[in-house]
């Protein structure tokens, strides 16, 4: 096959490297985002994420006439879907999937498909998802056959390929990593991978759509497990009084340990959520997945608790002091170090809970952020140093690079990532 014209439908954390990754291989990339801001940046060469290396390939990429950005899909000879899984409704004790926009995605590319396309889901989904795409492609196109009718034969090739990559260093891993390609036929598969290898650089693995599904989902479960671990382990460690980071040291210099460290919950879009694809389906089974998601859940809320104790310790030790006289300050919001990201953040989650719940000031330190969304507005942003010489209470709940280099000397401090202990 010959893909002269890839599109990528969903220009986010994920999309927009991989389009700029194709489009810097001299291929004509059209990228489709539903956010007229996004695709308005894009077309401008500047990009409306936080990604080291990005900005230049992307500036290049559109410069050279190479990347393109629209909010309505045009024919291509591949299609790539990155768009967002949610869930339906958080407050059921086993989240929903939320296809839709998987779903949106299909129908708006229906139009344009022609024979001999490939589509590949590239979105971290439930096991069926890729099926399902499948299914509403055919639904839409009956003009054309699809793979789970025509198998081999088919006119329009399906293929599910989940990206594997670290936020903080998406460039080199698209470039570097191995890729699975679960295809639903093997001829799906090969031309995925003739399609993936015009950038790629690690082995391509075949398999088939339901086990590639998996293969993401059980990574970040893998790990979601062993965070909780860590997690629980520092809530045993501090109602023992023991130093729970010493503690794992210790432990880790047995040459068959090797214990994550604890922190202050789970986020982002992989590791906090991808679990529950895996319970979503198979309740009954998914029993370890399944607690190792409600311990890393129920952090947060221990860690607001440390925030309580210490108020009321601070109250008691300046008794001419109110709550409204007590400022908080909240160092990270993002899900990890060193990026802007905040997507199913446990810190922002549990600074905005504290600026909920707080009658005096919290400030929040975000030194990847400039500016906080609406949504937002329970926060006052602020620096390093306003928050270390004005703050009564200070939480670390990310251990960015800014905050290692220096530790407030304050005698109010709760230490979630053990970087100032």
């Known amino acids: 096959m010959s893909f002269n014209t890839i599109s990528v439908i969903g220009l986010g954390y994920i999309g927009l490297p991989t389009a700029a990754m194709f489009a810097s291989r001299k291929k004509k990339v059209i990228g489709v985002d539903v956010n007229q801001n996004a695709v308005d940046t894009i077309n401008r060469g500047e990009i409306h994420i936080v990604e ?36 339906k409704n958080n407050d059921l004790e086993i989240p929903e999937p939320d296809l839709s926009y998987i779903e949106a995605a299909s129908k708006a590319i229906a139009p344009v498909l022609k024979k001999g396309d490939l589509v590949i889901l ?136 090797n214990i994550l460290q604890p922190g202050p919950g789970v986020g982002g879009h992989c590791i906090a959520v991808d679990p529950w694809f895996i319970v979503s389906k198979t309740p009954e089974e998914a029993q370890i997945i399944h607690t190792a998601r409600k311990v890393n859940d129920s952090k947060p809320h221990w860690v607001i608790n440390k925030v309580k104790l210490a108020i009321a310790d601070f109250l008691q030790a300046n008794p001419t002091k109110t709550a409204k006289d007590v400022t908080i300050a909240c160092y990270g919001i993002a899900f990890k170090p060193d990026i802007d990201d905040l997507r199913e953040s446990p810190a922002l989650n549990i600074s905005q809970q504290i600026a909920e719940l707080h009658s005096g000031v919290v400030i929040a330190v975000e030194p990847n952020v400039e500016k906080l969304s609406k949504n937002i507005n329970s926060l006052q942003l602020s620096t390093f140093e306003v928050a270390k010489n004005s703050a009564d209470i200070h939480l670390l709940l990310v251990d960015h690079k800014e905050f290692r280099a220096e530790k407030p000397s304050v005698s109010y401090l709760i230490d979630t990532k053990g970087i100032w202990l």
């Open 122 to 257: 590239e979105s971290t989904s439930p096991v069926g998802a890729t099926e399902k795409m499948a299914e509403w492609l055919a639904a839409a196109r009956t003009d054309l056959s699809f793979p789970q009718t025509q198998c081999e034969s088919s006119d329009i090739r399906i293929a599910h390929c989940p990206e594997r990559v670290l936020p903080g260093h998406v460039v080199r891993e698209l470039v570097e990593n191995d890729r699975v390609i679960g295809g639903m036929t093997a001829k799906c598969s090969e031309a995925a991978i003739e399609l993936y290898k015009t950038f790629v650089e690690g082995e391509c693995v075949t398999t088939n759509a339901r086990t590639a599904e998996m293969a993401k989902l059980t990574e970040n479960s893998c790990r979601d497990v062993q965070i909780a671990f860590a997690n629980e382990l520092s809530i045993i460690c501090d109602k023992l009084d023991i130093d729970v980071w010493e503690l794992i040291s210790l432990a880790n210099r047995h040459p068959r340990i």
């Open 52 to 87: 080291p290396e990005l900005d230049m390939i992307v500036r290049a990429a559109v410069t050279e006439g190479y990347l393109k950005a629209t909010t309505t899909p045009e024919p291509a000879d591949a299609f790539l879907i990155a768009v967002p899984t949610p869930f």
